[in-house]
């Protein structure tokens, strides 16, 4: 088996209705805004969860063991380049705007969604758009922090 180098293969949407995460269909995810075209090389931001540990270990326990706990995520967002004209991240994902986060990876961006493919699918909502402080030799660029509504689906498949 080869490696799969990542660059241009990691597309993001903005999914606004979803019936069964695990599953989501074309129809659903093609009624999406494909936002991955508009955020920067580093604008998938804190989409690996964390686990809690749960001591398991007792009184007369000379070794400390754990089990897995509650799973999370922190800091969660989307960074973006700001556009000229109509700005349509900016104008749809507005704070308490909740909806989907669907990421696919492994296949070129723009290849269109197919049965089967996997997917992973977060539900959230919007907070509130910080903008970056400027820097020289850059884009306009803005933040959109991300909270989770309900547990994700991390191992979907395009029905």
Not at 18 to 32: D, M, R, V
Not at 86 to 112: C, E, H, K, Q, W
Request: charged share 20%.
């Amino acid at each position: 088996m080869a490696d799969i180098p990542g660059d241009g293969k990691t597309r993001t949407d903005w999914v606004p209705a979803i019936a069964n995460i695990n599953a989501p269909t074309t129809t659903e995810l093609n009624a999406g805004i494909r936002v991955s075209q508009w955020m920067t090389a580093d604008g998938l931001v804190g989409f690996r969860p964390e686990t809690a540990d749960v001591s398991t270990s007792g009184i007369e326990s000379t070794f400390d063991t754990n089990t897995n706990g509650r799973r999370s995520y922190s800091g969660t967002m989307l960074r973006f380049k700001k556009q000229t004209g109509t700005d349509v991240v900016y104008n749809t994902m507005t704070p308490d705007a909740t909806g989907f986060i669907v990421t696919r990876r492994s296949l070129p961006a723009a290849t269109a969604y197919a049965s089967g493919q996997p997917v992973q699918v977060y539900p959230v909502i919007c907070g509130e758009t910080a903008w970056l402080d400027p820097e020289p030799n850059t884009n306009e660029r803005f933040e959109i922090p991300l909270k989770m509504t309900a547990q994700p689906a991390l191992r979907a498949a395009v029905a």
